[in-house]
């Protein structure tokens, strides 16, 4: 497959412009209200065992931007998309009327819709669908045929339209047809009836991604979409997911490669250890003292997308480090 580059990581659209305008001035807090939230999240908790992985106070994902979610390794990042689109269930215990107040009780609305206690394909019914770190391409099934799967009200699903062939016929046509333009938009058609086992790491991400779409969603939810990707289709993969935006969906994505987090984000979110620590504008927040602290803290290793912060002086205690590690592995193998 060519590598495909689009124009639009570079010039900002009209309505990428309008998006980033409708958080402009919103303050840089946590939990801050949003003008025209999508996505509002109260009080969900997570706990593993004794371990707390989650702990969200409230949330508010603004619509039609493109908001990042990032945070170190074990921030909580995961398990508060897996929280949010039903594939798992909070541990904050709800109130029970008249008795105990056990703790504030976890909401979760979408779009108008208390989803709390929705399980993930309604959720994805609702029009929030998302992806996942690891691809979820089913290997031993065509391009095609993943494609077809992603399709909402798909024959089989209706017993009375999929008994009578004409009904049946028409609707298969056009989930073919959609499957087709968006295998054609992300450059997927030619792999059409291969086995989606045999595409490369960004080939799946991407055809992920066309899948999703399948089912005309609102807001899109991407769990790393740049791990495994190559070079060659990261700048595809950016300017697909600023056209999403662009066309007036909602996207949501954790990720770690913090260059591409400064280069689309219209809004950053940072958790760490299960908390939202701070949120705001992707300069404002990657440039924030405190978070680049919990990065080199935990995650020193970690990029934060902007060479400057990279002092001679970082740059020492980090080569320092390494040699720590390094002698303290030496004398462990040794
Ligand atoms: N099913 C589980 N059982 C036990 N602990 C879990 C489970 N899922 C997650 N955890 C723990 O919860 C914490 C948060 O994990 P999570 O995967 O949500 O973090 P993350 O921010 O997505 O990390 P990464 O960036 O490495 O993917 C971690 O300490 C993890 O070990």
């Known amino acids: 497959m060519s590598s495909d580059v689009p124009t639009t990581t570079s010039t900002i659209t009209e309505a990428g412009a309008a998006a980033k305008a409708s958080v402009a001035g919103v303050d840089a807090v946590p939990g801050v209200s949003k003008p025209d939230p999508i996505l509002t999240v109260d009080h969900i908790k997570r706990r593993f065992g004794g ?32 929280l949010i689109t039903g594939f798992d269930k909070p541990s904050s215990a709800p109130r029970l009327i008249g008795g105990p107040k056990a703790g504030e009780a976890a909401k979760t609305t979408f779009n108008g819709n208390d989803v709390g206690n929705t399980g993930a394909t ?39 339209v999929s008994v009578i062939k004409p009904l049946w016929a028409k609707r298969e046509a056009e989930i073919t047809a959609k499957a087709e333009e968006l295998l054609a938009r992300f450059k ?31 807001m899109i939810m991407l769990d790393e979409p740049m ?29 770690h490669d913090m260059h591409m987090v400064r280069h689309i984000s219209d809004w950053v979110v ?46 020492e205690e980090l080569a320092a480090e390494v040699q720590n590690e390094k002698l303290t592995e030496g004398e462990t193998t040794a």
């Open 51 to 82: 371990m707390t992985a989650v702990d969200v106070n409230h949330l508010e994902v603004q619509r039609g931007i493109i908001t990042a979610l990032i945070g170190p390794n074990g921030a909580g990042k995961t398990t508060f998309f897996n």
């Open 227 to 255: 791990a495994g990707v190559n070079p060659a289709l990261t700048q595809s993969l950016l300017g697909h997911i600023q056209a999403l935006r662009d066309e007036g969906m909602t996207v949501l994505f954790v990720e």
């Open 270 to 315: 940072v958790m760490a250890e299960g908390k939202v620590v701070a949120e705001g504008p992707s300069g404002t927040v990657m440039d924030d003292p405190a978070v680049i602290d919990a990065y080199l803290g935990a995650h020193h290793n970690t990029d934060l997308g902007d060479d400057s912060l990279l002092t001679d002086e970082v740059a």
């Open 188 to 218: 997927l058609l030619e792999k059409r009836d291969d086995m989606a086992g045999s595409l490369s790491g960004g080939q799946k991400k991407l055809l992920e991604m066309a899948r999703a779409l399948m089912s005309d969603p609102v």
């Open 122 to 160: 309604k959720v994805a019914k609702l029009g929030m669908v998302r992806t996942f770190q690891l691809t979820k391409a089913l290997s031993k099934l065509t391009v095609i045929e993943n494609m077809r799967l992603g399709a909402r009200d798909q024959p089989g699903e209706n017993l009375f």
